[in-house]
């Protein structure tokens, strides 16, 4: 079912603007993730899709029909919560059960239903027990197949992982990209883990101030970030964004970026200010002076395991701040001792105001 | 709030200095709590009376006291009308009300919920006299102000419905605790657990069976508990209604007052009150058991099958809510010679 969103405002008591006249359109069986930070509004529109919020205005419609004034149970959605949200009281039949209980299938119906789901999800074992007896894992597959059992329309999952430990959480997100994939159900997930949205999600929408900042793959999203805020959201390694200016000189326009001199994309006019950005991971780092490249002071090196994150602090008067590069393992240079990194050109990112300037036709 | 600590000694005071410590509590309670009660037990088997004789040299009669209770028919009406204050009051009344605002004010924040939540407040804190004062002048039947605003001239409300006014009474006096325990008790369940079942279109009943009583079952047992006993050994609507018309509102604190003190009875009063005290003994019990069966129940789903990943500390389990422990039941049921009920009501409120 597809999902559509036209002027989607809610403003909560007291004036905080969640969300602002926002469209979105989520298709048909689309694994789609609203990133951002907390307080963005990435939950709350979540909760306006599930009708669990009322929006102020705009309209929310499902498969293509209006749901907006439809309350949460007679839309068709199923929603696992962060917390899970499993009845304590009962046992894992009984959870899985419960929406079909709500809709008054027979007993031995849905208890069947129950079962089946849970032994795709490989919880036979364990239909006998309480949530308190059950590990992390076992009962967040006991709140998917609780949403599963009842055959919705849409999955909405807010922050599904978060609450499992760092080793659990890959496991479960692979486990979980399988399942939607093998569902082919609309899924639309929360999450302030751009890593999680990176690989679970088809499409992702980046949410900043109840907006959305950009709507993309999961590859766009990562090489060409529309803003310096999504640039600086998205990667494992924060992007290097340093402040720079536009040089017109005797061979054509060119960049002044913390002691660097790089080339400028078309079309600048002289003495525009710019953001420069360039992730960690696409900086070389060279031992020996270089025209295009950020001089600096190694001030800290990062063990990444197969590669190494080093800081280098910036060596020149007025550049500020700090220039991040990952190199492979064993080409770690001495802490302290001078180095340049080296911005692959192809991979830069140049930001006017708060708008992609270049590279035009970059990798997509 | 005495006895010292079980088992180990946490404080290291050593057993001399804590017995030293606890010991004036001790003395207190023994003086006025223990042996009073041993006192209105040894009065039940005497034929003591206020005046005469038998005031001089009270005689002990055995079971007799006890035997011309039980087969005393006004004992019995008595009895059956407590049983209908505490069900009408206390269960229906106070427990239901303060739940039915409790629920409507549920998430509810700003000057709607402060003004109900004060005004039933107010109805809790008030001095019983004030506020029997206010409920003979809302009543009268000349100049009442109940008949006043229903346009019912000459309804003697005490006189015709007395029991429904003293239960009507203490509903409103009473409803403040049951609000606030279960106000308290909402606030523990997930708002994450009735979006579930919303979601799932449970209707509003659905959710108060499958999430809300489930889970605040430790709280409606331990409410129920306190509001019982309360309301059993209840005195304040004699100064309302005095038990009257002929008797109709006479519920046991009352027959107490008027056989022991009125009627110079004390050796007999002591009996009915003993009665009453072993009543007040099985409802806490009762209720004692169910709530050990329910937290029992937990415990088995801790103990059972720990073969959780160890980041569990952070995952919601079915965390027993905290129970305000039995530890705050009420004194002894009144005692012939104090002539009035416990004041635990006031002491709470």
């Known amino acids: 079912m597809t999902i559509s969103l036209r002027g989607l405002t809610k403003v909560f008591p007291g004036g905080v603007r969640a969300l602002d006249s926002l469209d979105l359109e989520i298709g048909e069986g689309e694994f789609f993730a609203l990133l951002g930070p907390s307080g963005c509004g990435k939950t709350t529109l979540l909760r306006s899709i599930a009708g669990l919020e009322t929006p102020t205005s705009g309209a929310v419609a499902i498969g293509g029909a209006d749901v907006t004034a439809l309350p949460p149970g007679r839309r068709d959605v199923a929603m696992v919560f962060q917390d899970y949200a499993l009845f304590p009281h009962m046992d894992v039949?009984?959870?899985?059960?419960y929406p079909l209980r709500i809709k008054k299938?027979?007993?031995?119906?849905?208890?069947?239903?129950?079962?089946?789901?849970?032994?795709?999800?490989?919880?036979?074992?364990?239909?006998?027990?309480?949530p308190g007896q059950l590990s992390g894992g076992q009962q967040q597959r006991v709140a998917l197949a609780r949403a599963i059992a009842c055959r919705p329309k849409v999955f909405l999952f807010d922050e599904p992982l978060s609450n499992l430990d760092a080793r659990l959480r890959l496991e479960a997100r692979t486990f979980l990209k399988r399942l939607q994939d093998e569902l082919g159900v609309t899924t639309v997930f929360v999450t302030h883990d751009q890593g999680e949205a990176l690989a679970l999600a088809h499409r992702i929408a980046v949410m900043d101030a109840g907006r959305i900042t950009q709507v993309g793959a999961p590859s766009e999203i990562f090489h060409r970030p529309a803003t310096p805020f999504v640039a600086s959201f998205i990667g494992s390694t924060p992007m290097n964004l340093l402040p720079?200016?536009?040089?017109?000189?005797?061979?054509?326009?060119?960049?002044?970026?913390?002691?660097?001199?790089?080339?400028?994309?078309?079309?600048?006019?002289?003495?525009?200010?710019?953001?420069y950005g360039i992730r960690p991971e696409?900086?070389?780092?060279?031992?020996?002076?270089?025209?295009?490249?950020?001089?600096?002071?190694?001030?800290?090196?990062?063990?990444?395991?197969?590669?190494?994150?080093?800081?280098?602090?910036?060596?020149?008067?007025?550049?500020?701040?700090?220039?991040?590069?990952?190199?492979?393992?064993?080409?770690?240079?001495p802490v302290g001792g001078a180095a340049w990194a080296v911005p692959r050109p192809e991979r830069a990112l140049v930001y006017r105001g708060d708008r992609l300037v270049g590279p035009r036709g970059g990798p997509a | 709030m005495t006895g010292p600590a079980a088992g180990t000694d946490a404080a290291g005071l050593g057993r001399a200095r804590a017995v030293g410590f606890v010991l004036p509590a001790l003395v207190l309670i023994g003086v006025f709590l223990v042996f009073p009660a041993l006192w209105t037990i040894y009065l039940g088997i005497t034929d003591y009376r206020l005046t005469g004789l038998a005031a001089a040299d009270p005689r002990?009669?055995?079971?007799?006291?006890?035997?011309?209770?039980?087969?005393?028919?006004?004992?019995?009406?008595?009895?059956?009308?407590?049983?209908?204050?505490?069900?009408?009051?206390?269960?229906?009344g106070q427990a239901g009300l303060g739940f039915a605002i409790a629920w409507m004010l549920r998430g509810r924040r700003g000057p709607v919920r402060r003004l109900v939540e004060g005004l039933v407040l107010l109805s809790w804190i008030l001095p019983s006299s004030v506020v029997a004062f206010l409920w003979i002048a809302l009543l009268d039947r000349d100049g009442g102000t109940l008949n006043a605003l229903l346009g019912t001239p000459g309804a003697a409300w005490l006189l015709d419905h007395p029991m429904l006014?003293?239960?009507?009474?203490?509903?409103?006096?009473?409803?403040?605790?049951?609000?606030?325990?279960?106000?308290?008790?909402?606030?523990?369940?997930p708002p994450s657990h009735l979006e579930t079942a919303r979601l799932a279109g449970a209707s509003t009943l659905q959710q108060l069976?499958?999430?809300?009583?489930?889970?605040?079952?430790?709280?409606?047992?331990t409410n129920m508990l306190l509001i019982s006993l309360w309301t059993f050994n209840d005195f304040t609507p004699f100064l309302i209604t005095a038990g009257g018309p002929e008797g109709r509102s006479e519920i046991l604190p009352f027959y107490v007052y008027t056989t022991a003190l009125r009627g110079g009875q004390l050796g007999f009063g002591?009996?009915?009150?003993?009665?009453?005290?072993?009543?007040?003994?099985?409802?806490?019990?009762?209720?004692?058991?169910?709530?050990?069966?329910?937290?029992?129940?937990?415990?088995?789903d801790h103990d059972r099958d720990r073969d959780r990943d160890h980041e569990d500390a952070a995952l919601p389990g079915p965390g027993p809510a905290a129970v305000p422990g039995p530890a705050a039941v009420p004194g002894p049921p009144p005692a012939p010679g104090s002539g009035r009920a416990p004041a635990s009501r006031e002491a709470a409120g």
């Not at chain 1, 032994?119 to 027990?129: D, Y």
């Open chain 2, 270 to 300: 002591a009996a009915v009150s003993f009665l009453i005290l072993l009543i007040n003994l099985v409802f806490a019990l009762a209720y004692l058991r169910l709530l050990r069966n329910r937290n029992r129940d937990h415990d088995h």
């Open chain 2, 60 to 92: 002990v009669v055995g079971a007799e006291n006890y035997t011309t209770a039980l087969g005393d028919d006004r004992f019995r009406t008595s009895l059956w009308l407590s049983v209908q204050y505490v069900l009408g009051s206390a269960v229906i």
């Open chain 1, 282 to 333: 696409y900086t070389d780092l060279s031992a020996a002076p270089r025209e295009d490249a950020f001089p600096g002071t190694v001030a800290v090196l990062e063990n990444l395991g197969t590669s190494t994150l080093v800081t280098l602090e910036s060596a020149r008067e007025g550049g500020d701040g700090l220039v991040q590069v990952v190199v492979p393992e064993g080409q770690e240079p």
């Open chain 2, 209 to 221: 069976r499958d999430v809300v009583l489930p889970r605040i079952k430790g709280h409606i047992l």
């Open chain 1, 93 to 97: 039949t009984a959870n899985i059960a």
């Open chain 1, 105 to 130: 299938v027979p007993r031995a119906r849905r208890e069947a239903a129950a079962a089946e789901v849970a032994g795709r999800l490989s919880l036979a074992e364990l239909l006998g027990r309480r």
């Open chain 2, 165 to 189: 006014s003293i239960i009507v009474f203490n509903t409103w006096r009473g409803t403040a605790f049951s609000m606030m325990l279960y106000a308290a008790a909402l606030e523990s369940v």
């Open chain 1, 244 to 275: 720079g200016r536009v040089v017109v000189g005797a061979s054509g326009p060119a960049l002044h970026v913390a002691g660097a001199v790089l080339p400028a994309p078309p079309g600048l006019p002289d003495g525009e200010e710019v953001v």
